[in-house]
Nanobody
Framework: QVQLVESGGGLVQAGDSLRLSCAASGRTFSAMGWFRRALGKERMFVAGILWGTSTTYYVDSVTSRFTISKDNAKNTVYLQMNSLKPEDTAVYYC???????????WGQGTQVTVSS
């Protein structure tokens, strides 16, 4: 049974940092990533990492502020978020792909709230 368990969300002030974690179990994946959904908006891609090559990719709005990384031994992916802005407020979802970057498993989501 595949499980993605997220942690690390919370309430912070603008300019602060947070680190999200996502522990995966049940199988191996080709890629893992983070998405977010702000209130009243559609879910959008934030960052991803290819498991085999560790290649990373980001949406433009978070490049240079967010860093995705992984720990192979723990089968865990992280999202380090620095210089947070109020517009980063959203529910953040961990996702995993079984083929390429077609994400087909999802975590339960963790709330990140950035106050101004």
């Amino acid at each position: 049974q595949v499980q993605l368990v997220e942690s690390g969300g919370g309430l912070v002030q603008a300019g602060d940092s947070l680190r999200l974690s996502c522990a995966a179990s049940g199988r191996t994946f080709s890629a893992m990533g983070w998405f977010r959904r702000a209130l009243g908006k559609e879910r959008m891609f934030v960052a991803g990492i290819l498991w085999g090559t560790s290649t990373t990719y980001y949406v433009d709005s978070v490049t240079s502020r967010f860093t995705i990384s992984k720990d192979n031994a723990k089968n865990t992916v992280y999202l380090q978020m620095n210089s947070l802005k109020p517009e980063d407020t959203a529910v953040y979802y961990c996702a995993a792909a079984t083929s390429g970057t077609k994400y087909d498993y999802w975590g339960q989501g963790t709330q990140v709230t950035v106050s101004s």
